[in-house]
């Protein structure tokens, strides 16, 4: 069973920016798209970018494209996410997924594994 550890966070004021990093330890055979969702109080969890299995291929939500970047590190079994001109609007808990076998989805149904999460708060 493989476990995604998450790293990063915290608390940056608007416009700023934060780093992700999620690494994958016991990865499954085959390949695997790597990404981030995320879910803010009282609101459902929301995909917000993605990197298939050998970065060729990223996506974004639209409300984060051009702000954020995501990419991978195969060596490392792990996902980057830069965070940057962060809003308020970003704040919520970050959580990294894997999906086998999977090119790109934004729902999260379609993920097979997820991270316990990590808290983002973007100060005004």
């Known amino acids: 069973q493989v476990q995604l550890q998450e790293s990063g966070g915290g608390l940056v004021q608007a416009g700023g920016s934060v780093s992700l990093s999620c690494t994958a330890v016991?990865?499954?055979?085959?390949?695997?798209?790597l990404g981030w969702f995320r879910q803010a109080p009282g609101k459902e969890r929301e995909f917000v970018a993605s990197?298939?299995?050998?970065?060729?291929?990223?996506y974004y939500a639209n409300l984060v494209r051009g702000r954020f970047t995501i990419s991978r590190d195969n060596a490392k079994n792990t996902a980057y996410l830069q965070m940057n001109r962060l809003d308020p609007e970003d704040t919520a808990v970050y959580f990294c997924?894997?999906?086998?076998?999977?090119?790109?989805?934004?729902?999260?149904?379609?993920?097979?594994?997820w991270g316990q999460g990590t808290q983002v708060t973007v100060s005004s």
């Open positions: 997924t894997l999906g086998q076998s999977l090119e790109y989805s934004d729902l999260a149904s379609d993920w097979d594994s």
């Open positions: 016991g990865p499954p055979a085959g390949t695997f798209s």
């Open positions: 990197v298939n299995w050998n970065g060729s291929h990223d």
